[in-house]
């Protein structure tokens, strides 16, 4: 079993940042890919980043050059480096860790961002 736990979010006014960071536990496969997605009011759940455990990125276009992902192995966590937030980024950021026949979600951390 994995438990991933975010921290990390809050209120925010347009411009700012924020960091969000999750940390897994428990046993998993050494070939994953940990992300983050977000679900904003009345939208679907959507990527916005992830990381595999080589250190290979992606980012949604909604998000790229503004927002960072980075992973550290040794301690089993990723984080989320939010820049130049805009009030579209509001949303519930949920933490992934996807494996080849199973994927976990953290309980998710609510970004709220101010015009």
């Known amino acids: 079993q994995v438990q991933l736990v975010e921290s990390g979010g809050g209120l925010v006014q347009a411009g700012e940042s924020l960091r969000l960071s999750c940390t897994a536990s428990g046993s998993w496969s050494s070939i994953n890919t940990m992300g983050w997605y977000r679900q904003g009011p009345g939208k679907q759940r959507e990527l916005v980043a992830t990381?595999?455990?080589?250190?290979?990125?992606t980012y949604a276009d909604s998000v790229r050059g503004r927002f960072t992902i980075a992973r550290d192995n040794a301690k089993n966590t990723v984080d989320l480096q939010m820049n130049s937030l805009k009030p579209e980024d509001t949303a519930v950021y949920y933490c992934n860790l996807a494996m080849t026949f199973s994927s976990y979600w953290g309980q998710g951390t609510q970004v709220t961002v101010s015009s």
């Open positions: 990381v595999t455990t080589t250190g290979r990125t």
